[in-house]
């Protein structure tokens, strides 16, 4: 099977930077996504990495470090809209390769 | 806008109702899923259909019923649910054979069972 976790609520002040974690324990594994989900709104694709390393777009930045089994999604400059609901999704190779997700880290960005 | 459509997005109904959700996707994909989401649980997968065929059925109870009549088009009927089957169902789709292959999600229906 495979375990995901990332912390449950988090919160940070605009124009701050953040660092949302995300540890997985999983056999086979191929990739990982980040995707962002704002309330009420369907969760759209942030980043999908497969190689070791720091992937950078805009103000968030995607890391992955195979041999922990460790991701995390940096925020820079927050601004109020990132005030949403983070996932994390791992894939693993063997048959197919559709995502088990986290439970999802709670990010509310104050003034 | 995700080019994932569904419908309704607001849902109430008893437990002896019969209901279909729908799911329609504009992007060109070859496979659609359903996953449901409970607060404080991660994503559940329900269903995965790939070039119309179901290739993925999660330990589902019978009471959900998947039909995907084309690559396009994804139902999921309800009926005899139960109150812990209430939850925001969501229905994606993806293109199979991409390197990253990430799923494109609707906004989801909130099924409130009673």
């Known amino acids: 099977g495979q375990n995901i976790d990332q912390p449950t609520e988090m919160t940070a002040t605009e124009g701050a930077i953040v660092q949302i974690n995300c540890t997985y324990q999983t056999s086979g594994f191929n990739g990982l996504f980040w995707y962002q989900q704002h309330a009420g709104e369907a969760p759209t694709f942030l980043s999908y990495?497969?190689?070791?390393g720091l992937e950078e777009k805009g103000r968030f930045s995607s890391f992955l470090s195979r041999s922990k089994g460790y991701s995390y999604l940096l925020l820079k400059e927050l601004q109020m809209k990132d005030s949403a609901s983070y996932l994390c999704?791992?894939?693993?190779?063997?048959?197919?390769?559709?995502?088990?997700f986290g439970r999802g880290t709670s990010l509310i960005v104050h003034p | 806008e995700t080019g994932v459509t569904q419908t309704p997005r607001h849902l109430v109904m008893g437990m002896t109702n019969k209901k279909s959700l729908k799911c329609e996707q504009h992007?060109?994909?070859?496979?659609m899923y359903w996953y449901k989401q409970s607060a404080k649980k991660p994503l559940e997968l329900m269903f995965v259909?790939?070039?119309?065929?179901?290739?993925e059925n999660n330990s589902v109870p019978s009471r959900f019923s998947p039909e995907c009549p084309n690559s396009s088009h994804l139902f999921l009927h309800l009926h005899t649910l139960q109150p812990e089957d209430s939850a925001l169902y969501l229905c994606?789709?993806?293109?199979?054979?991409?390197?990253?292959?990430?799923?494109?999600f609707g906004s989801g229906t909130q099924l409130s069972v009673l």
């Open positions: 990495n497969v190689l070791d």
């Open positions: 994606a789709s993806s293109q199979e054979g991409q390197d990253d292959e990430k799923l494109f």
């Open positions: 999704a791992v894939t693993t190779s063997g048959g197919s390769y559709i995502p088990t």
């Open positions: 259909y790939s070039l119309e065929e179901r290739v």
């Open positions: 992007l060109g994909h070859n496979a």
